[in-house]
């Protein structure tokens, strides 16, 4: 006979730019990155956004920083999560993009029934894997066995990106001030993919970023029988309604995905790609 189910809180870093009203319906927990502007220090998705980076770039000419949430706040926000439930599932930004995970799974070793998962990825890329675990702690699925489930899931999770200007990049160190005035003068559009934990470049798309997005959606989506069609993130900081809603269509063209999910990326994500960045994110079977 069944016992009763653990009432289980699903948490996850700023990072996984899932949108207020999926976390609000799902009943997520959102730890928010530090993001730091000038000598001001704000907390992502709480006191600033996505427009107030960009904002803040445009009229200072020096990008924002990030920071990682510390093992002390992790500590003390786990604790404060377990007075109200009988366990606590966290994914973190992949370990390779941040010391999140490293600082989570610190706090973590201090304290019972929490668990972390490293997603390997960043965006929704993890916010995939949280919007799953929401789902499966609804169904009473015991804390163990989500974490075994969501491991399994992170290498098959896709993520990618289109990248418009590469002068964020450039001013974060990513990437040469000669590559990037190349790619201005080429009118090159950069594919960014998240491979094992590592983003790396995929294929440079020439022209417009509404042309780039188009062939980028096709090549992601075309003559593939591997795609998982229960759900497809589009993910973005500050794309114009229009660009999205292309996005959209050129989805629905190559792909008959049961849920199309639109989500903004936060100010984490847009301090090193910019305003005009776009993504798709899915699960391969």
């Known amino acids: 006979m069944k016992g009763v189910s653990q009432i289980i809180k699903i948490s996850a870093d700023s990072t996984c730019d ?58 003390e926000i786990f604790q404060k999560l377990l007075e109200e439930n009988d366990a606590v599932i966290h994914i973190n930004i992949g370990s390779g993009f941040s010391s999140c995970h490293q ?21 929704t890329g993890s916010g995939y894997l949280v919007y799953e675990a929401a789902l499966m702690a609804r169904e009473g699925i015991e804390p163990q066995e989500i974490c075994r489930r969501l491991e399994e899931m992170v290498p098959k999770v896709e ?35 998240v491979q094992e934990g590592k983003m790396v470049v995929g294929k440079k798309y ?29 993910t973005h900081p500050m794309c114009s309604p229009e660009t999205v809603e292309m996005v959209r269509e ?17 100010a984490t994500v847009t301090t090193h790609c910019g305003p005009n960045t776009l993504g798709i994110i899915f699960k391969r079977n």
């Open 18 to 75: 899932l949108s207020p009203e999926i976390v609000e319906k799902l009943g997520i927990s959102i730890v928010p990155l530090t993001i730091i502007a000038g000598e001001k220090e704000f907390k992502d998705g709480i006191t600033i956004s996505a427009a107030d980076v960009v904002k803040h770039v445009e009229q200072e000419g020096t990008l924002c920083r990030t920071a990682a949430v510390n093992v002390h706040d992790y500590l």
């Open 103 to 123: 600082n989570a799974v610190l706090a973590a070793q201090q304290l019972e029934n929490v668990y972390v998962v490293n997603s390997a990825s960043l965006s």
């Open 159 to 193: 993520i990618s990106f289109v990248i418009d200007r590469l002068d964020y990049l450039q001013k974060g160190g990513r990437c040469s001030a000669l590559a990037a005035q190349g790619a201005r003068l080429l009118r090159i559009k950069p594919c960014i993919e």
């Open 206 to 234: 020439r022209g417009s970023f509404e042309k780039a997005l188009m062939q980028y959606v096709r090549d992601r989506l075309e003559g593939r029988n591997d795609i998982d069609y229960k759900r497809i993130f589009i």
């Open 250 to 266: 050129q989805i629905s063209n190559y792909a008959d995905f049961a849920e199309i999910l639109v989500t903004n990326a936060g």
